[in-house]
């Protein structure tokens, strides 16, 4: 019995640019930074523990080299035994922070901002990943377009070239006109061969920060444009949230001003067996309760230039802020400049490919009837792919302008 096999069509679906944006999440820089914050959602509950007190339990067991004894004056008895060299104990320890200068609840806020700020961070690592992404997009697909340029480039020369062969044939061309045609198909060939490989490079590296397997992408998109609010920007909320934590530094560094009292209470037993029910020189029992109080008098200057360098932190980060603020406002404006010569340049770029399309036909037209030799025809067919690659390129670098602007605009922040 024969078996037949149906061999069916694998068709490869190029990726747009809003697949790839929503690819991003699948980076390991996304899930490093995600592990992050579950780092800090540990910290939080770590530092809310110390809210609670803590509870201790513990057993002890000591052997003496001698017995412990008392000296006395009593005349006929220097000394006497008061204790067993076998000694047993257990405790059950409650303890309690009834005030630690509210470095505690400072602790738990500055976890809480900590952990808000690297969430912030994670939308701006995808910001930056989708812009890198971006950028890669558009030089793939500027490349693609060269390589189609290039592709209708070589099947001119080919063309070309059958002719040169047909007119060689006839008489109407000499032999180094036509190898000099030949060279202009491997010279092109050549230049395919190199373009492919670029855009594999740049399919790999687009593999890289997606974590994902990318073989192909599709056409541009365009981007509306809204009006920037930079405040709005993840990045520049990091910055605030940093401010935030700076005022929690600054209440930490006042906390050493102020007492540490704690709560103590406890459940003790000692003996001199190892069930601890019996103790011949002692009270076996020795529960307890306590309230102490801890206050530094003087620390040789070291809590207040603590102090000092938690306040000049926070204005070093108000500096940081205003000059980056002052930064991304400049970019943004130079993007805006870029965008508008772009435009320009596009327009002139499309008029540039109409004209280099009617001079490349003119000249065939001109070769077939002799009047122009094989190197004015290459030059026409080298110029027009030049001119269609370069539209292309154009438009690529349009649109990933038009991409930063839109992620970078702070309009894009959820």
């Known amino acids: 019995m024969k078996k037949i096999f149906f061999l069916l069509p694998v068709f490869m679906m190029a990726e747009d640019f809003t697949q790839i ?4 999440d699948n ?4 899930k490093m930074q995600k592990q992050k914050i579950e780092i800090y959602s540990h910290k939080i509950k770590a530092q809310k523990g110390l809210n609670y007190g803590s509870l201790d339990a513990s057993y002890n067991y000591s052997h003496l080299k001698d017995n412990p004894i008392m000296k006395t004056k009593i005349p006929g008895m220097t000394s006497m035994k008061v204790g067993n060299k076998d000694n047993y104990s257990f405790e059950f320890k409650y303890s309690y922070p009834l005030f630690s200068g509210f470095a505690i609840t400072s602790n738990i806020e500055k976890a809480k ?11 701006n690592i995808k910001r930056i990943l989708t812009l890198q992404s971006g950028q890669i997009y558009a030089n793939i697909y500027a490349l693609k377009e060269k390589l189609k340029a290039l592709q209708k480039a070589k099947e001119a020369v080919i063309s070309a070239v059958d002719l040169s062969k047909a ?4 008489g109407l061309l000499n032999i180094s006109s036509l ?9 092109i060939e050549a230049e395919i061969s190199n373009t492919k490989s670029q855009i594999n490079s740049l399919l790999n590296s687009l593999s890289y920060i997606l974590n994902k397997k990318i073989v192909s992408i599709s056409d541009l998109q365009n981007f509306k444009i809204k009006t920037p609010n930079f405040e709005n920007r993840a990045d520049v909320k990091a910055i605030k949230t940093a401010l935030k934590i700076a005022d929690k530094d600054i209440k930490l560094a006042k906390s050493k001003f102020y007492p540490q009292i704690g709560l103590q209470a406890g459940l003790k037993r000692e003996g001199t067996n190892a069930i601890i029910d019996k103790n011949d020189y002692q009270n076996r029992d020795k529960s307890y309760i306590a309230l102490g109080i801890n206050y530094n008098i003087f620390s040789g200057g070291s809590d207040m230039a603590t102090i000092e360098m938690a306040k000049i932190q926070k204005l070093s980060t108000i500096t940081y802020y205003n000059d980056y603020l002052n930064n991304i406002k400049t970019e943004y404006k130079n993007d805006e400049f870029s965008l508008n010569a772009l435009k320009s340049e596009l327009k002139a770029a ?13 000249m065939k037209d001109k070769f077939k009837e002799g009047l122009v030799s094989t190197s004015d025809l290459d030059d026409s067919i080298s110029k027009l792919a030049q001119a269609r690659a370069n539209k292309s390129f154009v438009e690529s670098q349009l649109f990933f302008t038009k991409l930063t602007l839109k992620l970078n605009g702070g309009n894009n922040e959820n």
């Open 27 to 30: 980076s390991l820089k996304i």
């Open 167 to 170: 007119l060689f044939k006839e």
């Open 179 to 187: 190898e000099d045609i030949k060279a202009k198909k491997y010279e």
């Open 21 to 24: 944006s929503n690819l991003i």
């Open 113 to 123: 901002l900590q952990k808000a700020k690297e969430e912030l961070n994670l939308k």
């Open 350 to 362: 499309t008029k540039e490919v109409k004209a280099r399309e009617s001079y490349f036909h003119y």
